[in-house]
């Protein structure tokens, strides 16, 4: 029986591997990847995006003002007590939320001022 040599096996192996090897990164650098995708882009970002479809919209929240000032509220520039403001604010066509800001005020008004909006059921908003 005759012996057969496979000593000249894992070079061969070894260097088909490495060929290949080779030939992957070649095709990364040279042809920016393996992506098969037919994008305008440069492959840097550096390219500027065709936009001219979109169309840009911002909501500008309406609401009414109402500021918190000790014991005192003050809206549409006049100094009212909580139930001129509560009858102002539902006379009003529209059904908007009431915005607070709180200038030194009292916690008694400014609470007060929240419960008597929860109660008829005016949204708020607080004003940071």
């Known amino acids: 029986m005759k012996k057969i040599n496979n000593k000249g096996a894992v070079p061969v192996g070894l260097i088909i591997l490495l060929v290949v090897a080779a030939l992957a990164v070649v ?7 393996f992506g098969f995708g037919g994008g305008n882009g440069d492959g840097e970002g550096s390219g500027i995006a065709d936009n001219s479809d979109a169309v840009s919209v ?6 009414i003002n109402v500021t918190v000032s000790g014991n005192e509220y003050i809206y549409d520039n006049k100094k009212v ?14 059904n908007l939320p009431v915005k607070i800001a709180d200038e030194g005020s009292s916690l008694k008004a400014y609470k007060a001022l929240k419960a008597k909006l929860s109660e008829n059921s005016i949204s708020f908003i607080e004003a940071q």
Request: no cysteine; aromatic share 12%.
């Open 27 to 33: 095709a990364v650098f040279a042809f920016k990847g």
């Open 58 to 63: 911002v909501e500008e929240l309406e609401y």
């Open 81 to 94: 007590t909580l139930d001129e403001l509560i009858d102002s604010i539902k006379s009003l066509d529209k």
